[in-house]
Each structure stands twice: as structure tokens, then as C-alpha cells.
């Protein structure tokens, strides 16, 4: 079975400080990666997903992740966050050979708040 | 990106009483999910359902949990006999076929008295 470690639980920047969000994954075949942020009060939304090709994915508002296969990681990256990414994101990894309905798993989430 | 709805979006009951949450699908998702989150902690797999069967459910999903999809319509999560510990954020989440991503509803907050 695979799981997701996220060890970043609270993390405070200012605003247009840089944001780096650990995520490790461990599973030992093909897997799927997905970032999902949750703002206050929010459904989960999808930031940025890699499925396969260029390991450097590009997502919305300006967020990034990098899948190294030999780390089993895939952090989220943002050069300058902003007030408005005050929210909590998660990581997450689904293996697409397990079945057609193969369900994700979620890390624990890291709460990340900006400040003024 | 589409819009999963979910009702109730909050529910409150008595120990031992049976609740239903519903989402309604959107068109030509196949795939339909069960997620919860309790306070604090990070959101759980509950259950799969395609074709109108479950695929997959986690040690959570015990015999107090079903999920229907009566005649196409919405998907539901019944919990037979509510414990305490059922109390969390239920999330509904769909996609459609091969690698499309999930998207998730707003969820119910479950609160058992």
C-alpha cells in the first residue's frame, strides 16, 4: 500500500518570502502525484497533478512541484507566496495499475499562513 | 473546474441515529468516492464505487457504512448507527475515466451529539 509523509505541519512566511512544502511518498511502482490545496472553509481543489513525461509541473497561481523519482518526493514550490495562499495543502498519491478506481492518499496536510 | 454538490453541508444527530449524505453527480463521472477528515487530521479514504459497486472501501468503512446510486441518481453515504467518533468533514469526490482528476464537493460537516 502506498502512503504520503508530509512533515511540514505549520509553516508561517511573509508575504513574497519563497514557499518550499516537503512531500515523500513511498510505493514501489508507478504512481500518480497530486497537489491539493483547501482554503478556509473550502472544498479541496487541485493545484497541480504529474502523471508521467517532464518532472517539473506547473500548476495554478503560480505554484510548481518537481517529482524526483530517486527521493520518492514531489515538493511544491512558489517563489512568492501571497496572503491570499493562506490555506492548508495537501499531497497526495494514487497508483493508476491498482484498478480503474484506484482511490488517493492524502498526506497529513501543512497548514501554511501568510503574514502581512 | 466543476462544481460537486453536496448536502447537507452541515448535519447534526444523537448517537445511534442514521444520517445520509448526499452528492449529486456530475455528467459522465464514473467514478465515485467517499473521503472523510476529521479535525485536525488528514483526510481518509473511505470508500470506491463504479458500475454501481463497490470497488474498494478502507478498515473504516465498516458495516454501519453503505453507499447507494439508486437509478443514476445521487450517490449516498448512509451511516447506519452514528458513534461519536463519526463526527468529521465528508467529502464526496467523482472524476471521469482513464487519469482525469477528482473533483471534490464541498462537504458535509457531520457533528454526533
Redesign the interface.
Given at each position: 500500500a502506498q502512503s504520503v509523509s508530509q512533515h511540514n505541519h505549520h509553516v508561517i512566511l511573509s508575504e513574497a518570502a519563497s514557499l518550499e512544502l516537503g512531500c515523500n511518498y513511498s510505493y514501489g511502482g508507478t504512481v500518480?502525484l497530486?497537489w491539493?490545496v483547501q482554503y478556509p472553509g473550502?472544498?479541496?481543489?487541485?493545484l497541480l497533478?504529474y502523471?508521467s513525461g517532464d518532472p517539473l509541473v506547473k500548476g495554478i497561481k503560480g505554484f510548481e512541484a518537481e517529482f524526483i523519482k530517486s527521493k520518492f518526493s514531489f515538493n511544491l514550490r512558489k517563489p512568492s507566496v501571497q496572503w491570499s495562499d493562506t490555506a492548508e495543502y495537501?499531497c497526495?498519491v494514487n497508483a493508476?495499475h491498482t484498478?480503474?478506481?484506484?482511490?488517493?492518499?492524502?498526506?497529513?496536510?501543512t497548514r501554511l499562513q501568510v503574514t502581512l | 473546474e466543476p462544481e460537486v454538490t453536496q448536502t447537507p453541508s452541515h448535519q447534526v444527530t444523537q448517537m445511534g441515529q442514521e444520517v445520509i449524505l448526499r452528492c449529486v453527480p456530475i455528467s459522465n463521472h464514473l467514478y465515485f468516492y467517499w473521503y472523510r477528515q476529521i479535525l485536525g487530521q488528514k483526510v481518509e479514504f473511505l470508500v470506491s464505487f463504479y458500475n454501481n459497486e463497490i470497488s474498494e472501501k478502507s478498515e473504516i468503512f465498516d458495516d454501519q457504512f453503505s453507499v447507494e446510486r439508486p437509478d443514476g441518481s445521487n450517490f449516498t453515504l448512509k451511516i447506519r448507527s452514528t458513534k461519536l467518533e463519526d463526527s468529521a468533514m465528508y467529502f464526496c469526490a467523482m472524476r471521469g475515466g482513464g487519469n482525469s482528476p477528482l473533483h471534490f464537493g464541498n462537504g458535509t460537516r457531520l457533528t454526533v451529539t
Open positions: 500518480n497530486f491539493y473550502q472544498h479541496l481543489q487541485l497533478k502523471f495537501f497526495a493508476p484498478g480503474t478506481a484506484s482511490k488517493l492518499t492524502f498526506g497529513t496536510g | -
